[in-house]
T-cell receptor, first 112, second 120 residues
Framework: SQQGEEDPQALSIQEGENATMNCSYK?????LQWYRQNSGRGLVHLIL?????REKHSGRLRVTLDTSKKSSSLLITASRAADTASYFC????????????FGTGTRLTIIP | EPEVTQTPSHQVTQMGQEVILRCVPI?????FYWYRQILGQKVEFLVS????????KSEIFDDQFSVERPDGSNFTLKIRSTKLEDSAMYFC??????????????????FGQGTRLTVV
């Protein structure tokens, strides 16, 4: 698998339910970031979690990071129709490497 | 809230023509990036730029590509002779400091809305 792979690739849930998306990566990281992309639009930064953190909250978002398993999850609680988008994890730079490496994304559809 | 702005939002160009994609990063940021996303594919890193020079570039960023920060505010990506396979969404991003190892914690990268480049 490649650095930054999300699963599932696509997820459809009813409005009000919680959505969980997972991300796995291969190399050591300094931080992991989650982004949202509405269809054909730009990338919106959601949350950054550092390698020494295990969990982070921001509003309805909860991100976990397990560096021993090289995985992260993004939980969106009480989903809304406006949450319909693609969600990407991106592993942050480490040891001088500045670029973000993006995953393949999870396409989330919230059914009203 | 400060944001990264990109112009144009959509550009159509003929194969072989030169294009310049423009970005205005967030004003106090120091590190600048270009990424691209071919339709339906991953976002891919192209180049990073700091202190008026390229700090890293990917294999995609060949001699046809160049970046410039001509006036201290704009950050441009030039493609000298476009190919059909250059058709993609191009994103500019900026950070006030990059994340690196050795104890530094990294910072969020803020992305622009993108320029959709269509080469015909």
């Amino acid at each position: 698998s490649q650095q930054g792979e999300e699963d599932p690739q696509a997820l459809s849930i009813q409005e009000g339910e919680n959505a969980t998306m997972n991300c796995s990566y291969k190399t050591s990281i300094n931080n992991l970031q989650w982004y949202r992309q509405n269809s054909g639009r730009g990338l919106v930064h959601l949350i950054l979690i550092r390698s020494n953190e295990r969990e982070k909250h921001s509003g309805r978002l909860r991100v976990t990071l397990d560096t021993s398993k090289k995985s992260s999850s993004l939980l969106i609680t009480a989903s809304r129709a406006a949450d319909t988008a693609s969600y990407f994890c991106a592993t942050g730079p480490n040891f001088g490497n500045e670029k973000l490496t993006f995953g393949t994304g999870t396409r989330l559809t919230i059914i009203p | 809230e400060p944001e990264v702005t990109q112009t144009p939002s959509h550009q159509v160009t003929q194969m072989g023509q030169e294009v310049i994609l423009r970005c205005v990063p967030i004003s106090n940021h120091l590190y600048f990036y270009w990424y691209r996303q071919i339709l339906g594919q991953k976002v891919e890193f192209l180049v990073s730029f700091y202190n008026n020079e390229i700090s890293e570039k990917s294999e995609i960023f060949d001699d046809q590509f160049s970046v410039e920060r001509p006036d201290g505010s704009n950050f441009t990506l030039k493609i000298r002779s476009t190919k059909l396979e250059d058709s993609a969404m191009y994103f500019c991003a900026s950070e006030w400091q990059p994340g690196q190892g050795l104890g530094k914690n990294g910072a969020e990268a803020f992305f622009g809305q993108g320029t959709r480049l269509t080469v015909v």
